[in-house]
């Protein structure tokens, strides 16, 4: 199939959360080979939404000429969008947010009621083929609560075919001397994308193995303040 990964990192390659993604795609090529192709956001020129609204009457042009235009062809060409990104401020990083706002082209200016009884706007482009997954880590290793608000916003842009991968404690992921706890985790991803790959789903003993913190919470934030080496 074909995968586009917007990486909502600034550190691009070098993120934490990229290790995430990189070990189900991994799983996911494991099943079938995919095209895949991964945008970090940062590099795109993509001004901020103007509210014009424009684009919900001139059949989803945006009068803005910048990257967004190669991004939604992108998009609405692929079976599967991975939106992976650090938790920042308990949400998306802006840049990763302000390219959400600009999908606004693919819907139009109509609304009706959605399969859960809420008004949305209407598709004006056919994109129904989309699944979007999430994969979000961050810093702190509060599984509870932590990834909540972004957790409910992505649900609700997204109410359907969508997945959600969230494992806090994530910089874990770039530090060589965590690789005992990191390695089993990475292993447990690449099975979740095999898994994902055969019919858009992960059981759920796979994910709640996936989304826990990779070692308890009160050594991890030891660590994290130079107590334990
Ligand atoms: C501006 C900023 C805001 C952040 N906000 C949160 C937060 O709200 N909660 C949290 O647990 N971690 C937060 N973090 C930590 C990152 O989520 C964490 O370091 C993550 O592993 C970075 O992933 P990356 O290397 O893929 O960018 C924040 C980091 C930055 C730089």
């Not at 919900?56 to 062809?73: P, Q, T």
């Not at 359907?160 to 992921?173: A, C, G, K, Q």
Request: proline share 5%; hydrophobic share 35%; net charge negative.
């Amino acid at each position: 199939m074909k995968i586009l990964v917007l990486n909502g990192s600034p550190k691009r390659d070098k993120s934490d959360t990229m290790h995430m993604t990189r070990a189900f795609l991994e799983g996911m090529n494991d099943f079938c080979e995919n095209e895949i192709k991964t945008i970090h956001v940062i590099d795109s020129h993509i001004e901020y939404c103007t509210g014009c609204f424009a684009c919900k009457h001139n059949g989803g042009e945006c009068v803005i000429d910048d990257d967004m235009k190669d991004v939604l062809e992108e998009y609405i060409s692929s079976d599967l969008v991975i939106y992976n990104y650090p938790l920042y401020s308990y949400g998306m990083p802006a840049a990763l947010k302000n390219l959400v706002d600009r999908l606004m082209p693919l819907s139009g200016w109509t609304m009706q009621r959605k399969r859960d009884g809420k008004y949305g706007h209407s598709a004006q482009k056919d994109f129904s083929q989309l699944h979007y997954l999430m994969m979000c880590g961050c810093g702190y290793p509060n599984s509870k609560h932590n990834f909540e608000g972004a957790v409910r916003s992505f649900e609700l842009k997204f109410p359907e075919n969508s997945t959600v991968i969230t494992i806090p404690e994530s910089p874990m992921f770039n530090i060589e001397q965590a690789s005992q706890f990191v390695a089993p985790r990475l292993e447990a991803l690449r099975r979740a994308g095999r898994e994902y790959a055969e019919d858009f789903t992960i059981r759920d003993d796979l994910m709640k193995e996936i989304c826990s913190p990779m070692i308890p919470e009160e050594i991890y934030a030891q660590f994290a303040n130079g107590e334990r080496k």
